[in-house]
């Protein structure tokens, strides 16, 4: 089957005029006295997720196709990405406004040089009520084994390992780079000695397979027995609709309620509580045999942000590479901070564009799509979504 690509609109210097931000000068006072903030839905802000990078060494059809991310694609020059000094005093405003867990993506996070840096500046950050950040990363594994130990002596609390099979032949097909699975379960071992899975939130190391119908879904029972009874959470994610080229097709999403059940009929599972406000994924836990949650075996998660969508839960903000504000993954354009970061801008000034920004947030765009049929369209004629490997995941 021939891959379906579509040519890739730049976001990186695209901004529409109403994505600009107004001069601080002319921004109106944001008084936020208790480090509470709500959007135009009532959804607080918890979550930053900051992209510390455009590159990748994968190239996953499902994000950074080949065709399109070749070796003639332009990146970000470095002069245009935020500092670690620049995403540090961002993220000390953002957790002003309530902010309480930090995740570092990328594309790849771990080819930023020296990340170790900014995750020790990250890590001294503190919540409003005086508490270490709930500091993330997510990460193909690639370099994971020989970083592993340096980030966990930054501060960094824990990862997230991206899989998407543990046949050899699928995951280098799906990384399309050649890249052997051995290496990546060499850094989820190494992450795990370092004790970046145990945190002492219950939260762990996790590993993310995106299930892609026709590509990897045989895959699912030979995770699921590899990682059962390991302490790492593995979580199913369905095959989104992210970007603009990608080709994706409705007919290649395999619904979450149809994992949970192939699983089901191999490995009893009961259903568990959020652990938190606002979680992404449905937590479902092995069953002994009186048919309660067997904690040694461990639990699952799926993710269905197609089938399923949990817009009126969702407390996210998204930094990208050079210091876009992004309110949703799926979204068409991005607020320029970078833009009073660099300038004379205080960072009172800055705090309260963050503030009315997401005060006026109102995305629910899988909400909407949910609504629709599966060959119609949420956005305006000739808007595109801001891809995946420029915000992160």
């Given at each position: 089957m ?6 890739l ?7 529409p005029?109403?994505?600009?931000i107004?001069s601080?000068?002319e ?17 607080p802000l918890?979550d930053l997720r900051?992209?510390?990078?455009d590159r990748c060494?994968?190239?996953?059809s ?5 065709e399109?991310?070749?070796?003639d694609?332009a ?5 245009s990405?935020?500092?670690f000094?620049e995403i540090?005093r961002v993220?000390r ?5 309530g902010?309480r ?9 771990l ?16 919540t409003?009520d ?20 340096a980030?966990k002596?930054?501060?960094?609390n824990?990862?997230t390992v ?10 280098r ?9 051995a290496d ?11 004790g970046l899975g145990q945190?002492g939130?219950g ?5 993310n397979?995106v ?7 045989q895959?699912?029972?030979p ?7 390991t302490?790492?959470?593995l979580r ?7 970007g603009a ?7 290649e999403?395999l619904p979450?309620?149809d994992?949970?059940k192939?699983?089901?009929a ?7 509580d ?5 979680e992404?994924a ?11 949650h067997d ?6 998660g799926?993710i269905?942000?197609v089938?399923?969508?949990?817009c009126?839960?969702c407390?996210?903000a998204?930094?990208?590479?050079e ?5 949703c993954?799926f979204a068409?354009?991005g607020?320029d901070?970078?833009?009073?970061i660099r300038t ?7 705090e309260s564009?963050?503030g ?8 629910r765009?899988?909400e909407?799509?949910s609504?629709?049929?599966?060959d119609?369209?949420?956005?305006a004629?000739g ?11």
């Amino acid at each position: 089957m021939s891959k379906r690509v579509i040519p890739l609109i730049d976001q990186r210097s695209y901004v529409p005029r109403e994505g600009l931000i107004r001069s601080h000068a002319e921004l109106e006072p944001f008084v936020n006295s208790n480090g509470l903030l709500a959007d135009r839905l009532g959804r607080p802000l918890h979550d930053l997720r900051i992209s510390v990078t455009d590159r990748c060494n994968f190239r996953c059809s499902y994000c950074m196709p080949k065709e399109v991310f070749d070796k003639d694609y332009a990146y970000l020059p470095h002069s245009s990405l935020l500092s670690f000094e620049e995403i540090t005093r961002v993220a000390r405003l953002f957790a002003a406004h309530g902010v309480r867990k930090i995740r570092l993506t990328g594309g790849e996070p771990l080819l930023r040089k020296n990340l170790e840096v900014l995750i020790e500046q990250l890590a001294a950050l503190r919540t409003v009520d005086g508490l270490p950040l709930d500091l993330t990363l997510t990460t193909n594994g690639s370099l994971l084994a020989r970083k592993a130990q340096a980030l966990k002596a930054a501060g960094l609390n824990r990862v997230t390992v991206s899989l998407d099979g543990l046949d050899d032949a699928v995951f280098r097909r799906m990384n399309d780079v050649d890249f052997p699975v051995a290496d990546v379960l060499a850094g989820i071992e190494a992450a795990r000695a370092a004790g970046l899975g145990q945190d002492g939130t219950g939260a762990g190391l996790k590993v993310n397979m995106v299930v892609k119908r026709g590509t990897n879904e045989q895959e699912i029972l030979p995770m699921v027995r590899h990682f059962k009874g390991t302490g790492i959470v593995l979580r199913f994610i369905e095959y989104m609709d992210v970007g603009a080229t990608n080709g994706w097709r409705m007919d290649e999403v395999l619904p979450s309620a149809d994992v949970v059940k192939l699983i089901h009929a191999k490995h009893p599972l009961i259903q568990l509580d959020p652990t938190v406000a606002g979680e992404t994924a449905e937590r479902w836990g092995f069953a002994d045999a009186a048919g309660r949650h067997d904690k040694a075996a461990g639990e699952i998660g799926v993710i269905s942000s197609v089938t399923q969508a949990f817009c009126q839960d969702c407390n996210r903000a998204r930094l990208s590479t050079e210091g876009k504000l992004y309110l949703c993954l799926f979204a068409t354009q991005g607020h320029d901070l970078r833009s009073l970061i660099r300038t004379d801008a205080s960072d009172a000034d800055i705090e309260s564009a963050i503030g009315h920004i997401w005060q006026g947030r109102s995305d629910r765009y899988s909400e909407l799509r949910s609504t629709m049929g599966p060959d119609t369209t949420t956005l305006a004629p000739g808007q595109r979504r801001v891809e995946m490997s420029y915000i992160g995941g």
